[in-house]
């Protein structure tokens, strides 16, 4: 039986591994709870976001996660000051909800949500 989502891994070539912990940091507001020249993972809201070094492309591919927010426009410029590069602009996609894209410095997608029906408690 599936639990629910509860890790997402960026690949990171191993040259930009440090580069990319501090991005996150920055981008998380958290250091990492897990820092090992193989791994890097970040807690976030119960959920892991990982730096995978070992193998694997960084790149879109076809699939995107997204992280819950807010204020979707806040935090997309938010990104996109820390170095991100907006890829699919804010959309409102029906009921309320709403969603970007930005490239992190990696190229990894990296999307964001603002979702009305979610708990706000859990987004935060």
Not at 20 to 36: E, L, N, R
Not at 90 to 114: L, S
Request: include cysteine; hydrophobic fraction near 40%; aromatic fraction near 10%.
């Amino acid at each position: 039986m599936i639990l629910g989502l509860r890790t997402c891994i960026f690949h990171i070539r191993p040259d930009q591994l440090d580069r990319a912990k501090a991005w996150y940091t920055s981008v998380m507001g958290i250091g990492p709870h897990f820092d090992q020249p193989f791994y890097v993972g970040f807690n976030v809201g119960g959920f892991e976001l990982g730096l995978d070094p070992n193998g694997g492309e960084p790149g879109a591919g076809g699939t995107v996660v997204y992280w819950g927010t807010t204020d979707v426009v806040a935090e997309i410029d938010r990104l996109v000051g820390l170095g991100a590069k907006l890829t699919n602009p804010i959309q409102d996609v029906g009921e309320g909800i709403k969603v970007g894209v930005v490239e992190d410095p990696f190229g990894n997608r990296f999307g964001v949500i603002q979702n009305p029906h979610f708990d706000r408690q859990a987004v935060k």
